[in-house]
């Protein structure tokens, strides 16, 4: 018997699945959007994890001036520039008619979508840590250990993170766009959960953003709270089904 080439099986065409893996991988660390939405997040989240430390500034509520390290909304938002990385990796081959060059490559419609995945995936899983990590020192060491350890601390912020980018590819590769998967997911905290919390919080805290502030431990309010396991199956389960989602209309639709 002769072991299979290193890469694994190739398909009809002779293309192993390592080969798009590392076209993919190529093509995303190459993007000059992959290290500035890096660079803000790692930013963003270490500017607020100042603040917060410091109690330097304070945001308005209902009962009045609310500390920033109690606004779980405020504190996940440099997710949303993480997103991006999976976004552009999805959304911006579209531009140009990029996709019908990659398709030719590998015209096996489920390698194909597999190996974007898998490289984002890998991606987002070696960027988490290092995104958020500074932002806890800066708290931990400013703020004392409970501040240092809030929002669930480093490892599930990280997941939080890769989740929530998980959800972005997925509604990237279905819109075939880079801007309407940020701002739909940037409006639903901001403006969506808003207003349909006081009429059907039940339905609010399912969505992606309150699903994870609720495994982090800093849910918006006791009436949009989950159990931290029950937030991190409901963020799992958004990625779970908007991957799937694309996957299958990837493998129907024309280009």
Same mark, same amino acid.
């Given at each position: 018997?002769?072991?299979?080439?290193?890469?694994?099986?190739?398909?009809?065409?002779?293309?192993?699945?390592?080969?798009?893996?590392?076209?993919?991988?190529?093509?995303?660390?190459?993007?000059?959007?992959?290290?500035?939405?890096?660079?803000?997040?790692?930013?963003?989240?270490?500017?607020?994890?100042?603040?917060?430390?410091?109690?330097?500034?304070?945001?308005?509520?209902?009962?009045?001036?609310?500390?920033?390290?109690?606004?779980?909304?405020?504190?996940?938002?440099?997710?949303?520039?993480?997103?991006?990385?999976?976004?552009?990796?999805?959304?911006?081959?579209?531009?140009?008619?990029?996709?019908?060059?990659?398709?030719?490559?590998?015209?096996?419609?489920?390698?194909?979508?597999?190996?974007? %995945?898998?490289?984002?995936? +890998?991606? #987002?899983? =070696? $960027? /988490?840590?290092? &995104? @958020?990590?500074? !932002?806890?020192?800066?708290?931990?060491?400013?703020?004392?250990?409970?501040?240092?350890?809030?929002?669930?601390?480093?490892?599930?912020?990280?997941?939080?993170?890769?989740?929530?980018?998980?959800?972005?590819?997925?509604?990237?590769?279905?819109?075939?766009?880079?801007?309407?998967?940020?701002?739909?997911?940037?409006?639903?905290?901001?403006?969506?959960?808003?207003?349909?919390?006081?009429?059907?919080?039940?339905?609010?805290?399912?969505?992606?953003?309150?699903?994870?502030?609720?495994?982090?431990?800093?849910?918006?309010?006791?009436?949009?709270? %989950?159990?931290?396991?029950? +937030?991190? #199956?409901? =963020? $799992? /389960?958004?990625? &779970? @089904?908007?991957? !799937?989602?694309?996957?299958?209309?990837?493998?129907?639709?024309?280009?």
């Amino acid at each position: 018997m002769t072991a299979a080439p290193a890469g694994g099986v190739p398909d009809a065409d002779g293309i192993r699945l390592s080969d798009p893996v590392r076209a993919e991988l190529t093509k995303i660390l190459t993007l000059p959007a992959t290290w500035i939405a890096l660079a803000l997040a790692l930013a963003a989240d270490t500017l607020l994890g100042l603040l917060a430390a410091t109690d330097a500034v304070r945001l308005a509520g209902p009962d009045g001036q609310v500390a920033l390290a109690r606004s779980g909304t405020v504190l996940l938002a440099p997710v949303y520039a993480f997103a991006a990385v999976p976004v552009f990796a999805a959304g911006g081959e579209y531009r140009g008619g990029q996709v019908r060059v990659s398709l030719l490559a590998v015209p096996d419609r489920d390698r194909f979508f597999l190996s974007k %995945l898998l490289a984002v995936l +890998g991606v #987002l899983a =070696v $960027a /988490a840590l290092p &995104a @958020v990590l500074p !932002g806890h020192l800066v708290r931990h060491v400013l703020g004392g250990a409970d501040a240092g350890g809030a929002a669930g601390g480093v490892p599930a912020k990280a997941v939080a993170y890769l989740l929530v980018g998980l959800v972005a590819y997925g509604f990237a590769a279905l819109a075939r766009t880079v801007v309407a998967p940020l701002a739909v997911l940037a409006a639903l905290p901001v403006l969506v959960s808003p207003l349909l919390r006081g009429m059907a919080p039940e339905v609010v805290r399912s969505l992606p953003h309150e699903a994870a502030l609720s495994f982090l431990g800093v849910p918006e309010g006791p009436d949009l709270a %989950l159990e931290r396991p029950v +937030g991190l #199956l409901v =963020v $799992a /389960a958004w990625a &779970a @089904v908007s991957v !799937g989602a694309a996957w299958a209309a990837t493998a129907r639709r024309d280009g």
